[in-house]
């Protein structure tokens, strides 16, 4: 057993994905490898976007979790193409919301501009497509492709609601199974189906991901509103600077007290990050926020528990776990 | 035989070739026609982007020309394909070149703002690849994953190359060949490929598309100095504005007498679109740009000689001649 943050893991499970996810990123890195020494030199700074790399551990824990999962190159390529994938709605996100922090690092927007974002984000997209393409599973580009036709269509849901001070819990919620929910969902779902599970088995793994996922984004929400710009590594209170409606703000405006309903679209209106963070802290809509999310980490560890015991199903049952205690 | 343009062309080609295209537009409409209607209208709006079919056209006749050459779907769908890459790099290009017009309506961008415009393109090259993934040939997605590839290196090398006044030749040719003679080249290829042409032959079409890709930018670069706003259709003058190099100031800058080198950079330096077109006019650089795009559609011409007589194989002679005396 190896401890990680203080929970005990399977030692050789560790081993095994520390040694996929090396795998992963040479996939990406390969993929992203031309002829053009600025290009090389462009995609390299991708790697500073690089976070925990959920989205490809839970490829292959879902590859593992499953009756008889063995992980083949398979899982690796399809590992790398959601990061891909993941990575270019970053890069894109960054040009929507101006930022110019992620992961401690500066955005690629703000070192070169708007115009070499956008592209580079293009870029990304098309080599993971084609890096999918090479699967002989031509089902996963099928489905890739259907999740990020949502994953956009998600984004544009969110661009019209822009300065929506009305906007509605339901479609917030489309907004985040769309947007953030898809990919995390996919990623299970792929790995799973890549080791041979039923439909009924990667249809449990898919829930289990969109169910964290949607938990990701509220506490990503809340970090938003809480988070210190040194902890979380990235700007903070860009929701509210955009215009974009959180689930503590949506709680927050539809509060059975109509002062406090009232106080929030004023702190909103005013931009007022550190007396909207005091409304909603006193109003109790952070911490129901919160308590969402942790009932849908709940509903996401459940889904597992049809799957055979194993370490590959604690881990994932421990990922999910971690999405409520992150700082960042 | 029906006349176009004064010339005559085959009548029951023109009718099937006006049937296909229909066919064509219905499957792109069909894809990118959602549960969401402000998502719905976005798209509406792009078919005011769409011109002449130039690419769709390529795939169709480019499947009839080869030896036993018949239509199927899949030709529509792959035609579908690349007009719907072709409209997501319009989009994204008029972020990137702020412009204002485009086929003589305003750009998404100057309507919608710059992110809406950044998402409806992902959103165009998501749906494209999708759509690709319903092909039963899955070689059709690993190629066109690899042309769009090709494509994004040519932006990004162009847009690496902003403002840089000492702009070889060679640099101008790569950016070309990649931004647009790739995919107009893969047209071609493509739809000899899924008649079940010869590698050999494939390739002859390819060729045929890529050197009248290369021309067709090239009378692109010249309308851009020469024309005017309202018969050309968009904003003109945004090379030289965006600091892109063409053609016709790079064969000005590379002048064998020292005087029109130094005229041509001071206008380009003062972004002087009027003097510039006098000087590039005055030192025969404009006629030799055309002379270029001339030769380089004889040569695509002669990339056809080995395939059978037939309207379909004049037809594609006649685009290729019709890149000549485009005035838009």
């Known amino acids: ?44 700074r991708i790697e500073e976007y690089r976070g ?12 593992l979790v499953v009756e008889g999962g063995r992980l083949g190159n398979e899982h690796s390529v399809a590992a790398a193409v959601v990061e891909m994938i993941h990575m270019a ?7 929507l919301d101006e930022a110019e922090m992620r992961r401690r690092g500066r955005t690629i927007n703000s070192l070169h501009g708007n115009e070499m974002a956008v592209m580079l984000g293009d870029y990304l997209i098309s080599n993971a497509f084609h890096l999918c393409s090479t699967l002989e599973q031509p089902w ?28 509605d819990l339901a479609t917030y919620m489309t907004i985040v199974e769309k947007k953030t929910a898809s990919l995390i969902g996919a990623s299970c779902r ?47 209170g860009r929701d509210l600077e955009k215009g974009k409606l959180t689930l503590p703000m949506i709680l927050g405006l539809g509060h059975a007290e109509d002062v406090v309903q009232e106080a929030t ?22 911490e129901q926020s919160i308590g969402i999310a942790s009932k849908l980490v709940s509903e996401a560890k ?20 971690g999405i409520l205690d992150r700082k960042f």
Chains 1, 2 share one sequence.
Request: proline share 3%.
């Open 1 to 44: 057993m190896t401890l990680i943050d203080g929970i005990e893991v399977d030692t050789a499970l560790v081993e095994q994905l520390g040694l996929s996810l090396e795998d992963v990123v040479s996939i990406f890195d390969r993929q992203l490898q031309g002829e053009h020494p600025p290009i090389n030199e462009l995609c390299g």
């Open 52 to 63: 925990k790399m959920l989205r490809p551990t839970l490829v292959l824990l879902s590859g």
């Open 89 to 95: 709605t970053l890069v894109h996100d960054d040009v």
């Open 140 to 167: 996963v580009s099928l489905e890739l492709g259907s999740v990020t036709n949502t994953l956009c269509e998600g984004e544009l849901i969110q661009l019209f609601n822009r300065n929506n001070t009305c906007l």
């Open 190 to 236: 792929l790995g799973s189906k890549l080791s041979g599970s039923s439909e009924d088995v990667a249809g449990c793994l898919e829930r289990f991901g969109r169910k964290s996922g949607v938990a990701f984004q509220i506490t990503d929400d809340v970090l938003d509103l809480t988070g210190e710009q040194e902890v979380v590594g990235k700007s903070v």
């Open 265 to 286: 679209r004023v702190k909103i209106d005013a931009r007022d990050l550190v007396g909207l963070r005091a409304v909603l802290d006193e109003s109790g809509s952070i």
């Open 302 to 321: 459940a889904e597992l528990a049809g799957l055979p015991e194993s370490p590959s199903r604690e881990m994932l049952c421990m990922l999910a776990d």
